[in-house]
């Protein structure tokens, strides 16, 4: 047996225990054996501390991402809300009408322009922008667990999570604004170039998701990453083309209808009443369909066609582009050659909170001939529902219906734009009542 003996400062005042170790009998002190028990402690605390990080990490993970659901789901119930805290940031720029859609003075239209007449420069290059998702430090708005997971894009994020990921979202091929030209004659020059979907979504989104939070009291920096948002050399710009119809009725007085988008269905307008539209897209993801397919009416005509007639949705998914040529694509052009159906471009906006930009558009039809030619018109959509007084008949354009929609935070912002440019244009539209 060996015997430890403390020094004499502590004789007296340890106390000894006999153990018997590894076959042997030891004396240890009560100094000694706390040592053991704080190592012991020690390695129970560092394995305690190894077996409960996963479940640390796992619980920090399902809070940041349960945080930007959160997040995503109060921009899109407050969206009417932060649009109008937004416009305040704008106040100095021009405001269509008064409205919250902002435009540019290079950008006004002096007078309607048809569609077929807008001159489209087109370019199947894409380009490297100064501003992305990624320059912008988009990913900062994401959860870190979906970082670590290689989804660094806000479109990475929302398809990640089936409560935020819309019915219809895909990174389908598009067309990119690079330029809005009006000469001095009043024609328009459109510079077209490729770009993806996804590409717009990362940046506009990111700038709302931002300014939502902000508001909450955490600092922005993305908007001011943006710069000038006129500037459309900076961004990638895929435009919507968003148009009202306005249909002469035979009584003598003009009616149109609004698009309640179903919030669970498009990506970034939430269910707000909208006029009809879409975004400037290919129906065919081969890029060399592409150039064929960039042109103002051929958008407008498949959106009639999928908003108001109930076709399918031409979105690119097939592979091949539609057949322009056949009904009711093919009774739209000869209307609109007839004169029957008259397709205007009023001016290029763009909404205050996500910066995206709309092609605003008008269409002129006379009830009768659209009627007799054109199946009837559906209440319902793959993005909504069509709201109208009542079956088939739609509000009267005139001005009290005018400023009731735009005065109404439920109406998009585009819309908004799109009601009071075809308002002031009404007499060179042919609308007299």
């Known amino acids: 047996m060996i015997e430890y003996r403390p020094p004499a400062w502590l004789d007296g ?20 054996v706390g040592i053991i028990l704080a190592v012991v402690a020690a390695i129970a605390g ?9 479940a640390f990490r796992r619980e920090r993970a399902l ?25 305040l940031d704008y106040e100095s720029r021009l405001h269509i009408g008064g409205t919250p859609c902002l435009t540019a003075p290079e950008w006004t239209l002096p007078a309607p322009v048809l569609l077929d007449d807008v001159i489209i420069h087109y370019s199947p290059s894409r ?33 990640h999570f089936p409560s935020l990921r819309p019915t219809l979202f895909w990174d389908g091929l598009s067309y990119d604004l690079r330029d809005f030209e009006v ?44 710069g000038d948002p006129f500037d459309l050399s900076r961004r990638v710009s895929v435009p919507a083309l968003t148009w009202l119809l306005l249909i ?42 592409a150039a064929g397919e960039a042109s103002l009416w051929k958008c407008f005509a498949r959106e009639f066609c999928e908003e108001l007639l ?26 609109a050659d007839d004169g029957d159906l008259r397709v205007s471009l009023l001016g290029l906006g763009i909404d205050p909170l996500s910066l995206w930009p709309s092609l ?14 054109l199946p009837s018109f559906v209440e319902k959509n793959s993005e909504g529902v069509v709201v109208t007084e009542g079956r088939q008949r739609g509000f009267e354009f005139n001005q009290h219906n005018v400023d009731q929609f735009c005065d109404d935070s439920r109406v998009g912002v585009a819309a908004k734009g799109c009601l009071r440019l075809a308002w002031a244009h009404r007499a060179a539209l042919g609308v007299t009542r």
């Open 46 to 54: 560092v394995v305690a501390v190894f077996v409960a990080l996963p």
């Open 13 to 32: 005042q340890c106390r000894r225990w006999s153990v018997r170790v590894w076959g042997r009998n030891e004396v240890w002190t009560s100094a000694t």
């Open 360 to 373: 605003l558009a008008v269409a002129v039809g006379e009830r009768e001939r659209l009627a007799s030619e």
């Open 310 to 335: 109930g076709m399918g949705e031409a979105d690119g998914h097939s592979g091949a582009p539609v057949d322009y040529g056949a009904a009711p694509l093919s009774t739209l052009r000869r209307l």
């Open 183 to 226: 000469a001095q004659e009043g024609t328009v020059h459109l510079e077209l170039g490729l770009a993806s979907f996804f590409e717009m979504l990362d940046v506009c989104e990111s700038l709302a998701h931002e300014f939502s939070i902000h508001r909450a009291g955490i600092p922005t920096s993305l908007r001011e990453s943006i």
């Open 248 to 289: 002469n009725e035979p009584d003598g007085r003009t009616s149109f209808a609004l698009h309640a988008r179903d919030e669970k269905a498009v990506a970034s307008d939430g269910a707000f009443k909208h006029v009809f539209g879409g975004q400037l897209q290919p129906s065919s993801e081969h890029v060399m369909d």
């Open 63 to 87: 809070k940041s991402e349960d945080r930007f659901q959160t997040e995503r789901l109060a921009l899109v119930r407050n969206r009417a809300e932060l649009v109008g805290l937004a416009e």
């Open 127 to 159: 380009r490297e922008t100064r501003t992305s998702g990624d320059s912008i430090g988009s990913a900062s708005l994401i959860p870190p667990s979906l970082v670590r997971k290689g989804i660094r894009t806000y479109s990475g994020a929302i398809g």
